[in-house]
């Protein structure tokens, strides 16, 4: 199974408040992780991703944070959301199909967050 | 310009048409995929493309390396195939990372 969990489903917060969500995996270890967020008529853009334990690479700059404590656990974070932080999140993750340059891709169900 | 490029934007057909959708980029690529998502926000990887041509029941999957394009179809179209269609490179340069760019997506409704 490279089944994704990911919670909560949906999201309310006020501006400045503090932000955290969750994304698990099973199946393989040591998976390659993503946050992406799809703002309102925008494509996915890709926030971090996440090699290994501990190692997080940021693609734009922002107000988000990314931690990954665990080998199958990928946290988003904010200390103070902003309303521009609305938006659509997804975790994702890549994992070897087998042969040369061979891999899967799986997406969590999203969380629809709404800073207001 | 964008890296991506998806058309046509929206799509309405009516149930049993044949439907393409388009996805053209400009950057070298390693791979595209082709993802579907439905009303709730939920992604389902459809097709992972590097060369050719691929087929999974109704659907079917084509990319032309050489002219950076490749196009999903949807055969005998039904309304549960209304969704957003997403287009996705991983490119040359990703090294094992596996990092994906996304097009903006194509809204299907295939009315009954």
């Known amino acids: 199974s490279q089944t994704i969990h990911q919670w909560p489903a949906t999201l309310v917060q006020p501006v400045g408040s503090p932000l955290s969500l969750e994304c698990t995996v099973e199946g393989t270890s040591n998976p390659n992780l993503y946050w992406y967020r799809q703002a309102a008529g925008r494509g996915l853009q890709l926030l971090f991703y996440?090699?290994?334990?501990?190692?997080i690479s940021s693609e734009v700059p922002q107000n988000l944070s990314a931690s990954r404590p665990q080998d199958r656990q990928f946290i988003l974070s904010s200390k103070k959301l902003l309303l521009s932080d609305s938006g659509f999140y997804l975790c994702a993750r890549a994992f070897g199909t087998g042969g040369f340059g061979g891999y899967g891709y799986t997406f969590g169900s999203g969380t629809r967050l709404t800073v207001v | 310009k964008n890296e991506v490029e998806q058309s046509p934007q929206n799509l309405t057909a009516q149930e049993g048409e044949f439907i393409t959708i388009n996805c053209s980029y400009s950057?070298?690529?390693?791979?595209l995929h082709w993802l579907q998502q439905h009303p709730g926000g939920g992604i389902v990887s459809l097709f992972m493309l590097s060369s050719g041509k691929k087929k999974h029941g109704r659907l079917i999957a084509t990319i032309n390396i050489q002219e950076k394009h490749s196009s999903l179809h949807i055969t005998a179209s039904h309304p549960r195939d209304s969704a957003v269609y997403i287009c996705a490179l991983r490119r040359n340069s990703g090294g094992s990372n596996y990092k994906l760019t996304f097009g903006k997506g194509t809204l299907l409704t295939v009315n009954p």
């Open positions: 996440s090699v290994g334990i501990g190692q």
């Open positions: 950057v070298g690529i390693s791979a």
